[in-house]
C-alpha cells in the first residue's frame, strides 16, 4: 500500500523530528548525565561524575555545556568558599522526565528478559 503524498510529509516531519532529538541527545553520556540531574533536582559536578561511570572530568564539562547551550539544564554559581555549581534540568529539559522514566522502566523489562534479573 502506498504512501498518500500528505502522509509522506508528515511522515518526513517526524523523521527530521526524531533526527533532531538525536542531535541534542547523542552520543554516550548525555542520557546518563540527565538521568543524573533528573533523579536528584540538583547535583553537583562532583555528584554527576560520581554518577556517570567512566566520563572524565573533561567530557563531562564539554557535555554539560552543550546541554546547556540547548537550554536542557540551568548553571547556578554559588557565593560559597569553595565557590559551589549546581546543575538543574530547565522547564524544557524536564520535558524530557517521561522519556527518561520510561528508558529505566524499558532498562529492566530488557536486563529481565534478557538475563533474568
Given amino acids: 500500500m502506498e504512501c498518500k ?3 509522506k ?3 518526513r516531519k517526524e523523521m527530521m523530528a526524531v533526527q ?3 542531535d541534542v541527545l547523542s552520543g554516550k553520556w548525555k542520557i546518563s548525565i540527565i538521568s ?3 533523579y536528584y533536582n540538583k ?4 555528584d554527576i561524575l560520581n554518577d556517570v561511570v567512566g566520563i572524565s572530568n573533561k567530557m563531562l564539562s564539554k557535555e554539560l555545556k ?3 547551550i540547548n537550554k536542557l539544564i ?5 557565593d560559597t568558599q569553595p565557590i559551589t555549581v549546581h546543575y538543574e534540568l530547565t522547564k524544557h529539559g524536564k520535558t524530557l522526565q517521561t522519556i527518561i ?3 529505566t522502566d524499558w532498562g529492566i523489562a530488557h536486563r529481565k528478559e534478557i538475563i533474568g534479573k
Fill in 5 to 7: 503524498p500528505l502522509e
Fill in 9 to 11: 510529509e508528515l511522515h
Fill in 20 to 22: 533532531d532529538s538525536m
Fill in 36 to 38: 543524573s540531574i533528573c
Fill in 43 to 46: 547535583r553537583r559536578f562532583s
Fill in 66 to 68: 552543550e546541554l546547556e
Fill in 74 to 78: 540551568k548553571r547556578t554559581v554559588l
Fill in 101 to 103: 522514566n520510561n528508558l
